[in-house]
């Protein structure tokens, strides 16, 4: 019997990143490098971010979002899945860091608006 090993994980990650549109897998590439500049990048300038019922406005926000929830943690989606729904594209997959109950699935809801995340909503 044949089991998935880490790297066929990462493959399969890599697989659904690749699909994605760009501004998305500039994100999550950012993301994996734990790179705030760069995970800010493809977010429109007036952005929203709803972190699990929390608001967040603006590329401050963000920023600050980014360097204490995501960078002081190492916390990396690696996404699984993928799907358009309802004008948004919607992203699943486990986020694996230094925090308590680690890996957490997570499902990430992006909205586009011209070649820019315009809103993401992160759900448990």
């Known amino acids: 019997m044949?089991?998935?090993s880490p790297a066929d994980d990462r493959r399969d990650a890599e697989t659904v990143v690749k699909a994605l549109p760009k501004p998305i897998t500039d994100y999550i590439e950012a993301n994996?490098?734990?790179?705030?500049d760069a995970m800010l990048k493809p977010?429109?300038?007036?952005?929203?971010?709803?972190d699990i019922g929390r608001r967040l406005e603006g590329q401050a926000e963000l920023?600050?979002?980014?360097e204490q929830e995501v960078v002081a943690v190492k916390a990396i989606f690696t996404?699984?899945?993928?799907r358009q729904e309802k004008g948004q594209v919607v992203v699943e997959g486990p986020a694996h860091g230094d925090f308590k109950g680690s890996p957490i699935r997570f499902t990430y809801a992006f909205t586009?608006?011209?070649?820019?995340?315009?809103?993401l909503e992160i759900t448990l």
Request: net charge negative.
């Open 79 to 82: 996404p699984d899945g993928a």
């Open 112 to 119: 586009l608006e011209n070649d820019a995340i315009k809103t």
């Open 2 to 4: 044949q089991t998935d």
């Open 43 to 50: 977010f429109a300038a007036d952005a929203v971010l709803f």
């Open 32 to 36: 994996a490098r734990l790179d705030v």
């Open 63 to 66: 920023r600050t979002l980014f």
